[in-house]
């Protein structure tokens, strides 16, 4: 089945730092979505790409979507303490246009 | 964006007993999902709830352990049925309002099974 991994698992960062996150699809995509999940909360949706190469930035983030439509990139710019929590990146696979599949996601703590 | 109201937010309950999550939605949606979340890990998809078919699970989970209900647009819930500790997690749902808004979640339901 398809499966979509990200690294780094976990990332610890002081206040100011920047932080990457990698996501990677076993197969191609037609999409890709970004959630934020804080401790204890629920995913909150991000971002979606759709095109391939396609870049998106929200203030300190900058979402990419891969040529091949298998990978993507979260960046954060100097990153602050309410960036705290859990990066998922989720996919739909191509002809699967409601099942989205999650990636394992990557857990950030920032410290002052 | 949706907003979705779930609950039980947190129970716990006795093995061999059964526990109906709840999931409201303030705007009708055609499509809802079922997720569980083991702390610390990522989501996995239980099922897709549509409105007037039966839900379509995925492999590893089925219907007599999981029923789900869909009656209308704003409504759904997932039973978890004779419950056993590996049931001990957190259960989502979650509804796509639109193509381009992503999926809203509800707020979870944390169970815990002794």
């Known amino acids: 089945g398809q499966q979509v991994m990200q690294i780094p698992q976990y990332q610890h960062v002081q206040e100011g730092e920047d932080f990457t996150t990698y996501c990677n699809s076993s197969?191609?995509?037609?999409?890709i979505q970004w959630y934020k999940q804080r401790p204890g909360g629920h995913p909150v949706f991000l971002i979606q790409l759709v095109k391939s190469g396609e870049v998106k930035k929200q203030k300190r983030l900058t979402f990419q979507f891969g040529e091949a439509k298998k990978n993507s990139s979260l960046h954060i710019t100097a990153t602050q303490t309410t960036d705290v929590g859990t990066y998922f990146c989720?996919?739909?696979?191509?002809?699967?246009?409601?099942?989205?599949?999650f990636g394992t996601g990557t857990r950030l703590q920032v410290t002052l | 964006s949706a907003v979705i109201s779930q609950k039980p937010s947190r129970d716990i309950c006795q093995r061999g007993t059964s526990l109906t999550i709840q999931c409201q939605v303030d705007s009708q949606v055609t499509m809802m999902f079922w997720y569980r979340q083991q702390p610390g890990q990522s989501l996995t998809l239980i099922a897709t709830a549509n409105q007037g078919s039966e839900a379509t699970y995925e492999s590893g989970f089925v219907i007599d352990k999981f029923p789900i209900s869909r009656p209308n647009l704003t409504f759904s819930t997932l039973t978890v049925s004779n419950m056993s500790p590996e049931d001990s997690s957190i259960y989502l749902c979650s509804a796509l309002h639109g193509a381009n808004s992503g999926y809203t979640f509800g707020s979870g339901t944390r169970l815990t099974v002794v």
């Open positions: 989720a996919g739909h696979r191509r002809g699967t246009a409601s099942k989205l599949t």
């Open positions: 197969t191609t995509l037609s999409n």
